[in-house]
T-cell receptor, first 112, second 115 residues
Framework: GDSVTQMEGPVTLSEEAFLTINCTYT??????LFWYVQYPGEGLQLLLK?????DKGSNKGFEATYRKETTSFHLEKGSVQVSDSAVYFC???????????FGQGTRLTINP | NAGVMQNPRHLVRRRGQEARLRCSPM?????VYWYRQLPEEGLKFMVY????????ESGMPKERFSAEFPKEGPSILRIQQVVRGDSAAYFC?????????????FGNGTRLTVT
C-alpha cells in the first residue's frame, strides 16, 4: 500500500531560523498530499495541502510543493517562531484504500 | 459550527476493564475514521465507518476491539478487556463524503491510560 516517510526528529531550532522537514511518499497514482500539525494535548489540524503535481500549499508562512519527479512534499518556513513548536505530520490520501496514511511525525522545538 | 467532538478527553481503566470512546462528527459529515497514536509514534489507521456500516476495518486488532456508527448518535470505539499496550491517544476524524476533496477534520482525541 501507499506509504509516507518523514524526516526523523526531534528537530530543535532557534527562533527565526529556516525550517525544512523532509517528506517522501510511495503511491500508485497521484494522491493528494497534506501537512498536519499537532500542538501539545490537541488533535491534528490541517496546515496545508496540495492535490496535484507542482501545486504549492501554503499557510501561516509554511509552504510545501508537490514534486512528482522526486515523490516529495517537503515542508519549509523561512523564519520560525516559538509558537511553531509542535509535531508535524505528512500524509497522503490513498485513493485505493480511501484513507489518510500518515508519516511518523516530526517533533519541532523552537527556542527563543 | 462545532467541530469533531470526542469524549472523554482522558480515560483511565484498569487491566481487564472495558473502554468506550465516543466521537460525534461534524454536522453534515457521515464518514468517520478512527486512528490510534501510540506514544512518540505516528497515527495508525484503525477503522472507517459510514452510518450503520463498517467500510474498512483493516487496521483494527482482530480481538477485543470493535466500532460502530449507528443511525442516531455518536460513533463508538469499544475496547474490551483492556491491556497496558492499549494505552494511547485515539483520534476520530470525519468527512462529508468518501472520495474526499476536502481534508479530514480531527477531534482532540481521547487519551486512554491502562493501569
Amino acid at each position: 500500500g501507499d506509504s509516507v516517510t518523514q524526516m526523523e526528529g526531534p528537530v530543535t531550532l532557534s527562533e527565526e531560523a529556516f525550517l525544512t522537514i523532509n517528506c517522501t511518499y510511495t503511491a500508485t497514482g497521484y494522491p493528494s498530499l497534506f501537512w498536519y500539525v499537532q500542538y501539545p494535548g490537541e488533535g491534528l489540524q490541517l496546515l496545508l495541502k496540495a492535490t496535484k503535481a507542482d501545486d504549492k500549499g501554503s499557510n501561516k508562512g509554511f509552504e510545501a510543493t508537490y514534486r512528482k519527479e522526486t515523490t516529495s512534499f517537503h515542508l519549509e518556513k523561512g523564519s520560525v517562531q516559538v509558537s511553531d513548536s509542535a509535531v508535524y505530520f505528512c500524509a497522503l490520501f490513498d485513493q485505493g484504500a480511501q484513507k489518510l496514511v500518515f508519516g511518523q511525525g516530526t517533533r519541532l522545538t523552537i527556542n527563543p | 459550527n462545532a467541530g469533531v467532538m470526542q469524549n472523554p478527553r482522558h480515560l483511565v481503566r484498569r487491566r481487564g476493564q472495558e473502554a468506550r470512546l465516543r466521537c460525534s462528527p461534524m454536522k453534515g459529515h457521515s464518514h468517520v475514521y478512527w486512528y490510534r497514536q501510540l506514544p512518540e509514534e505516528g497515527l495508525k489507521f484503525m477503522v472507517y465507518l459510514q452510518k450503520e456500516n463498517i467500510i474498512d476495518e483493516s487496521g483494527m486488532p482482530k480481538e477485543r476491539f470493535s466500532a460502530e456508527f449507528p443511525k442516531e448518535g455518536p460513533s463508538i470505539l469499544r475496547i474490551q478487556q483492556v491491556v497496558r499496550g492499549d494505552s494511547a491517544a485515539y483520534f476520530c476524524a470525519s468527512s462529508p463524503d468518501r472520495a474526499i476533496t476536502s481534508p479530514l477534520h480531527f477531534g482532540n482525541g481521547t487519551r486512554l491510560t491502562v493501569t
